[in-house]
């Protein structure tokens, strides 16, 4: 993705003149290869997306489209106020109401009535206004999307963050394989095999494919999906998008019923880039988020954790899904991140763990 170059911070008044900062930051890139509880059988990185200050991944992508809808915004309609609209209870939300606070423009964010405290909590730090609808997130845009529909076009610029169905939001996301390839350098670069991920709207995938494309890495692109929402599984297995009527999975983030229609052509498209999907138990997911914490002391939430079960309880699948790995070869797990877990949270997983392993 090509980067616009900060020369100045933004304003109330966003004048034409006016460079916008990137709201992302880059994160880190470290090897853990000989801190995991397994030996893996190859060098094993995290992409540290829970470093992003929105707390995850999302600031990239949905930074990418807000960034490109204020450009706009102030080359025609410089007399228009811009206001960002959005509908996610988790960490898609998060990013445009920190968005919002970063660029100094106002936020409505609608959220399902049981949207978790601590999300409401940190939506309200970014001076996000808050309107509680509707018990799903469909629900609560159909709202929102209402609300749109009444205000004054002519002084209002809106600008509706999508969690993940957008161009411009796997443009942004695709940021992150740039940073990992000039983190690794050439010679590195040569060794890696591929990256994890793990997959919900399927807008992170469709940003690594297309950073991997543009990067002419030469790789394999896990994902990885929890049994409790198994939307791109099912969708492959249909051979078209699905939508499924109800998804409960302990990994919220990745709760999605539909995917975009882009990661379908991707997950098919072998020319460059493969990508394989493994079905992981939430349990695995909350066994990883626990592991984690232990040993890079940081809470994540299961979203996360789905894709970091690779390292740490679902080793099998790098055997599995990278052929024969040398101690050489390189696999990069993205730590996407994500503020929908506490370290009450933690401590609520532990005991889930438990007794599911006291049931074996
Ligand atoms: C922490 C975290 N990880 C992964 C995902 C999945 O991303 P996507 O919907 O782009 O597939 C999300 C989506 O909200 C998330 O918040």
Not at 76 to 103: D, E, M, R, W
Not at 223 to 240: F, H, N, R, V, Y
Not at 291 to 309: D, M, N, R, Y
Not at 326 to 334: A, T
Request: overall charge neutral.
């Amino acid at each position: 993705m090509s980067s616009t170059t900060a020369t100045t911070s933004t304003s109330e008044n966003l004048q034409p003149s006016t460079k916008l900062v990137q709201p992302y930051v880059q994160t880190s890139l470290t090897e853990v290869t000989d801190i995991l509880p397994i030996k893996p059988p190859c060098r094993v990185f995290f992409k540290n997306e829970l470093e992003q200050p929105s707390g995850s991944f999302k600031l990239r992508g949905i930074g990418h489209l807000v960034h490109k809808s204020i450009e706009n915004a102030i080359a025609n309609h410089p007399t228009k106020k811009i206001h960002v609209f959005a509908s996610s209870g988790g960490n898609a939300g998060l990013a445009a109401a920190y968005l919002a606070y970063f660029y100094k423009v106002k936020c409505t964010v609608v959220l399902p009535v049981i949207s978790k405290p601590v999300v409401q909590e940190k939506l309200r730090s970014y001076g996000a206004e808050i309107i509680l609808f509707g018990n799903t997130i469909n629900e609560a845009d159909k709202h929102l999307k209402n609300l749109m529909n009444s205000i004054d076009l002519d002084s209002i610029y809106p600008v509706y963050c999508h969690p993940f169905n957008n161009p411009l939001i796997w443009d942004g996301h695709s940021s992150l394989v740039d940073e990992v390839c000039s983190q690794l350098g050439p010679e590195e670069l040569g060794s890696l095999k591929g990256m994890v991920c793990s997959v919900g709207g399927g807008g992170l995938y469709n940003g690594i494919y297309q950073g991997m494309k543009s990067n002419k890495v030469s790789g394999d692109i896990l994902l990885i999906e929890t049994k409790q929402a198994p939307t791109l599984s099912e969708s492959i297995e249909a051979g078209d998008v699905i939508t499924l009527k109800s998804v409960n999975s302990m990994a919220t983030s990745l709760a999605c019923s539909y995917t975009t229609k882009q990661t379908l052509q991707y997950y098919h498209d072998n020319s460059v880039v493969q990508s394989k999907l493994e079905l992981i138990d939430d349990i695995d997911a909350l066994r990883a988020c626990v592991a984690f914490s232990k040993c890079c002391k940081k809470t994540v939430e299961p979203a996360c954790g789905a894709a970091l079960s690779v390292a740490y309880n679902k080793i099998d699948l790098l055997y599995k899904n990278f052929g024969h790995l040398q101690p050489s070869d390189i696999v990069v797990v993205v730590a996407c991140g994500g503020s929908c877990a506490t370290d009450q949270d933690l401590a609520t997983f532990e005991q889930i763990i438990r007794k599911s392993d006291t049931k074996l």
